[in-house]
């Protein structure tokens, strides 16, 4: 079969590239053909195409300019050099099935044009919550909120939830608002949500419920080492963003004589979490930066316990399976997906989110006996293999095609 991923950024820049980069690979050891489209920029790896690729704009920070704000936001609601760009590489590539993920502003649902013309079977993997809330997050301001939800897009900009900018607010609100009215996304035949809270969510949200299919994500646990000796620190991999908490972890280790923090990752929050640190908990915080993948995992074979302190409605991270691959435990904030991943005492813990005491609480038995987080180990791993395989993996994403109306020829390239 052959396959079309799409995403706006062709390179490991987060977990929806990551996840697209892994999967690309499983279907290419089984045969199937990969191609990809996104946004020209300097750090793709995938170029075949790159011809096609609309030009390369940065929307995170936005355009300082007033003519690059306005060319952004012409983009966000549609682009006709995607349009054209997905066209010329659906003729010349001549897909079975596209898969897309994250295509929101820099490429737009203008690249489904070409798709529904040609009678393409389209899957889509929702990494977030972007159909349902113009800021993607569930977030006010750092705090949960819904008020958009099933289309109130307004309070958006009421609420100016977008980094506290009425501009970046209505621009974001309005986006969502007209892709909404005009269904832009209706060539989707299937959307895939890794967690099953996601999937409620959108449906709650009447984000086509009917098209809405759970399929969690996967991890080669046969090629992680797993951990043989007890750790000392608590563990944060990830972006340095106020979603994600990591103020609330070194709140909570301030508040644990002795215990130590290993931060791995960067972000925009990360001067003021440094800062943080430095009175919170002086000299128990170390900060790793960004590190490849290999040196994340050998934090976590080091580590007593991750710790996942997000404030938002976390879909399924992949920081969460890669450690109780290792059979290493998580520490998660009892929100969105993470529920479904973490049993505890068995193989974790959940806690309120926004709340630096019950975290310290939570990771105090951790700290203070390193071999209650080995105890854990085969349980976390067990749950680990069973459940978020490659193979199951693959059968549940080759259903979904096979749902969108992809011809299937059992694993063979076309």
């Given at each position: 079969m052959r396959i079309l991923h799409v995403n706006k950024f062709l390179y490991r820049r987060g977990g929806a590239e990551a996840y697209m980069e892994d999967?690309?690979?499983?279907?290419v050891a089984?045969?199937?053909t990969v191609a990809f489209?996104?946004?020209?920029?300097?750090?793709?790896?995938?170029?075949e195409y790159a011809r096609h690729f609309p030009s390369h704009i940065e929307m995170e920070p936005p355009p300082t300019s007033l003519e690059g704000r306005i060319r952004g936001a012409a983009r966000m609601v549609y682009s006709t050099s995607a349009s054209k760009g997905m066209d010329a590489v659906m003729a010349a590539f001549k897909p079975d099935v596209v898969h897309l993920h994250n295509i929101y502003h820099q490429l737009s649902p203008s690249v489904l044009r070409p798709v529904a013309r040609r009678h393409v079977p389209a899957v889509m993997t929702l990494h977030d919550y972007k159909l349902a809330c113009p800021t993607y997050q569930f977030l006010d301001h750092g705090r949960i909120c819904e008020a958009c939800l099933g289309g109130r897009f307004h309070n958006a900009v009421l609420r100016r939830c977008k980094d506290g900018s009425l501009a970046a607010s209505a621009a974001a609100a309005g986006e969502?608002?007209?892709?909404?009215?005009?269904?832009?996304?209706a060539p989707v035949r299937i959307f895939v949500c890794p967690s099953r809270f996601m999937a409620d969510k959108m449906a709650e949200a009447k984000v086509f419920p009917e098209r809405l299919r759970h399929v969690p994500h996967f991890i080669d646990s046969a090629a992680v080492e797993?951990?043989?000796?007890?750790?000392?620190?608590?563990l944060v991999a990830g972006r340095l963003s106020a979603e994600k908490g990591i103020d609330v972890a070194i709140r909570a280790i301030g508040l644990l004589d002795g215990a130590t923090l290993d931060i791995a990752g960067t972000g925009p929050e990360e001067a003021g979490l440094r800062a943080l640190a430095e009175s919170a908990a002086p000299?128990?915080?170390?900060?790793?930066?960004?590190?490849?993948?290999?040196?994340?995992?050998r934090l976590m074979l080091s580590a007593a316990v991750v710790a996942v302190p997000s404030r938002w409605y976390e879909n399924q991270p992949m920081v969460v399976l890669e450690a109780m691959a290792r059979g290493l435990p998580v520490v998660g904030s009892a929100l969105g997906g993470l529920p479904e991943l973490i049993e505890p005492g068995a193989t974790g813990a959940l806690v309120p989110a926004n709340d630096?005491?019950?975290l310290s609480a939570a990771l105090a038995p951790f700290v203070a006996d390193p071999a209650h987080g080995m105890s854990m180990r085969d349980r976390a791993r067990a749950h680990i293999v069973s459940e978020f395989s490659p193979e199951r993996h693959l059968e549940r994403i080759d259903s979904a095609y096979r749902e969108a109306g992809a011809p299937m020829m059992a694993?063979?390239?076309?």
């Open positions: 999967l690309a690979d499983l279907q089984e045969g199937h489209f996104g946004m020209q920029h300097p750090s793709n790896t995938h170029l969502l608002f007209i892709h909404t009215a005009t269904r832009a996304y797993v951990k043989t000796t007890p750790g000392g620190a608590v000299g128990r915080v170390r900060f790793h930066g960004l590190l490849p993948k290999e040196g994340v995992h630096p005491a019950a694993g063979a390239a076309a």
